[in-house]
């Protein structure tokens, strides 16, 4: 199996950006972390990060049949990306949406999500675990 993580605005700020909300951990700690339990479940994962919509875009598109699965945080394009969205649809591959935080109790503006639109599972609030819970979704479903 193999899956495709992409992180996407201001996650490389990890650690730095608002550490009451995101944590301070860095996004190294992230990726490593991913890796680690991963490998642990036998999936093959794919980590990459953009602040570019259209670079989130093209790591979509390129995925098409290359991976079984897509867990996904698009960060503040979560709430305003109706591209990344088509490009979800466009690949037709299973995906998990993934916040670090609650965005649901935060700001008004964060509850809506054009990912949650095609995405099978929304998993937020639990910080980098919920990578870890969206992998073990997708390996058991793909």
């Known amino acids: 199996m193999k899956i495709l993580v992409i992180n996407g605005v201001n996650l490389n700020m990890l650690g730095v950006r ?12 992230l990726i490593s972390k991913i890796k680690k339990e991963a490998a642990k479940l036998g999936v093959k994962v794919k980590c990459v990060q953009s602040n570019y919509e259209g670079k989130i875009v093209e ?8 991976f079984d699965g897509i867990v996904i945080n698009p960060g503040a394009y979560t709430h305003t990306s109706v591209a990344i969205l088509d490009a979800l649809k466009s690949v037709n ?36 675990d919920g ?8 390996s058991e479903k793909v």
């Open 18 to 29: 608002e550490p009451d909300l995101y944590g301070k951990q860095s996004y190294k700690a």
């Open 59 to 66: 790591f979509i598109q390129k995925a098409y049949r290359k």
């Open 93 to 128: 591959i299973k995906t998990v949406e993934v916040h670090i935080t609650d965005v649901d109790s935060r700001e008004e503006f964060r509850k809506i999500s054009y990912v949650s639109l095609y995405a099978e599972k929304k998993i937020s609030g639990k910080g980098f």
């Open 131 to 138: 990578y870890i819970e969206a992998i073990k979704y997708l």
